[in-house]
């Protein structure tokens, strides 16, 4: 189990002050590191900046942990890198790719959408 917060993703780049009312909307959320897909079965890692705790491990071997696995998830081999063209249409499954938005060229138009199925899987540690 790991625990996210959008204050360690951001005091990663240097942000460490919060206020109250925004230390108690990014309060760390409990995440599975380990996720298993329930239609195909197989396994994933859950993997963002947002992650800073492995629970049970001390800090900074926690920290190696997680930045030793993204690393490797993150290897050239592993990453897709969309060149878009007119009319492309992109999809993903959300519960087994890692994504991030990259600057892009303002000036061109873009439509993005978004679609959210419904599931049944538990992906939070307080869903037992």
Known sequence: MCEHSLMHSRGSLGQLEFT????????PVRQR?????????????YLSAHAG???GMPMPDARI??????EHATQPSFVYVHRWRPWDFVMWDNQRTM??????DESQPRDMRRTTLAGNAPT????Q
């Open 53 to 55: 705790v492995v629970i």
């Open 20 to 27: 109250e009312d925004e230390r108690a909307m990014f309060k």
């Open 99 to 104: 994504h991030r938005v990259r600057r892009y």
């Open 65 to 70: 942990l997680l930045r030793d696995l993204t």
């Open 124 to 127: 939070t540690a307080q869903e």
């Open 33 to 45: 590191l380990v996720r298993t897909h329930p239609v195909t079965g197989r396994k994933s890692l």
